[in-house]
């Protein structure tokens, strides 16, 4: 890839190397491209490395728009033997991508399978609850021996956790659900005080009802259901025997079971706040802080955090409130910043570019344009291209400073970065993703308009 370093999984005896297994044989290099200063190198060597190696070159893959090749190697991850963090970890990544691509039906059942099979996050609080102190040492004790309960980018079962329950908050908010959203995206923060999370909501009135998305894992206690059915294994190469369909012990699922009704009472301070809209002119109120961890309870990574304040900015948005949304969108670019994260940073400006240029007062508008305008110039160089057609194409749709060739430009760089992220993706989801409402495939088929509203459709991943 040009511009790009070729990064490969460290050598058995390297500096590098021991570093991973250090850290849960995660390895630095990968999670700088992954999570740091380097979402354009290049990772493809990886794919053949650890279950953590794999998962890392996946999420690169993903950012630089290869989804054909990231969901090959998240399908493989998904369908080994024995499901673990990185089963977790990999289908919510591949719900991500299949979100981006304007399938939120695909994405919603790979939710629902991510927080079926994240592992149980132990805690001295829960574990004394369950067992008293020795239970509570036992508990601290396993943590401290396996270096990814606290991992400082979420790659742990708290972690995994939270991505599948902001990811199934992200398809509640494509399915126009925004109660059953709000109550996911307050639970993503929460610690489960018992085994098993369930997953949908009724909906409130007026909103959207289930059959507008696909109908997440269903099953009885105690028993199994085929990873097949979810998301289909990879296809065997000639001479080779498929392989066999991968079960998961998962509890029943349904979120009214696990998560208290919405009443008329305020939100605690997991819940997400939204403050009143600000007035044109005035300067949005700031966010919400967010809660602390309980004695003896994991903190959540800067990652976790983030994604968070992002759902909460997209859920502000979707409801029609941009003011709201530049609070959180404000919060998550200061978290990527502190961390270094390049992508993050670039997702969040998006983010609160968006909100800015659609909050629609002169001077959020004169600012919006700035990062958008800014970030499409990074994300072009870094080759980030499933972040530079939504730059483009808010600029070229919300923004009324810009001028006819300006948005004229702005369409055309919309259109290749989106024509490079279709070419790189599976048939199925280029298919899925020219009958999609999310998606402005018409930007690819010459004098038709946008077909999706980018004020809202485009930021759920």
Known sequence: MPGGTALAPSAPGSAAHERSARRGA????????????RPDAEVWRALRGSPADAWLAAVVLGGQGHYAAASAALTALIHRPAPDLFTSLAASTLASHHRQL?????????????????????????????????AGAKARASAEADPRTADP??????????????????????AGRLTEARRLHAA???????????????????EASPASAAAPLSVAPGETVPVSAVVPPPAATSGEVPPAPTAVSTPAVALSE????????????????TPPAAAPGETPPAAAPLPAPAPGEPAHSWRTLVRHHWIAAEIAL????????????????????????????LKSRLVLGAALVVWATPESVRRGTEILSCDLNHTARL???????????????????????????????AANALSCVLLRSTSESRRVA?????MPTALLRSGEPPNADPETKFLTD
């Open 26 to 37: 995660v390895d630095p290099e990968l999670r700088d491209a992954a999570f740091g200063s």
């Open 102 to 134: 304007g399938d939120h039906r695909t994405a919603r059942r790979l939710d629902s399978l991510a927080l079926a099979t994240a592992p149980a996050a132990a805690t001295s609080s829960a574990a004394t609850s369950a067992g008293g102190a020795l």
């Open 153 to 174: 980018d979420g790659i742990d079962a708290l972690g995994a956790r939270a991505d599948a329950l902001l990811g199934l908050a992200a398809d509640a908010i494509g």
């Open 188 to 206: 993503a923060l929460q610690f489960p005080a018992q085994p098993g999370t369930p997953l949908v909501a009724a909906p409130s009135p007026g």
């Open 258 to 273: 696990a998560l208290p009704a919405p009443t008329a009472v305020a939100p605690t301070a997991a819940t997400v706040v």
């Open 318 to 345: 979707a409801s029609g409130a941009p003011a709201e949304a530049v609070p959180p969108a404000e919060a998550a670019l200061a978290l990527a910043q502190a961390r270094g994260g390049m992508r993050h940073i």
């Open 383 to 413: 080759l980030l291209f499933s972040l530079s057609w939504p730059t483009a194409l808010v600029l070229a749709t919300n923004s009324p400073v810009r001028t006819t060739a300006e948005r004229r430009a702005d369409l055309d760089r």
């Open 434 to 438: 020219e009958a999609s409402p999310w």
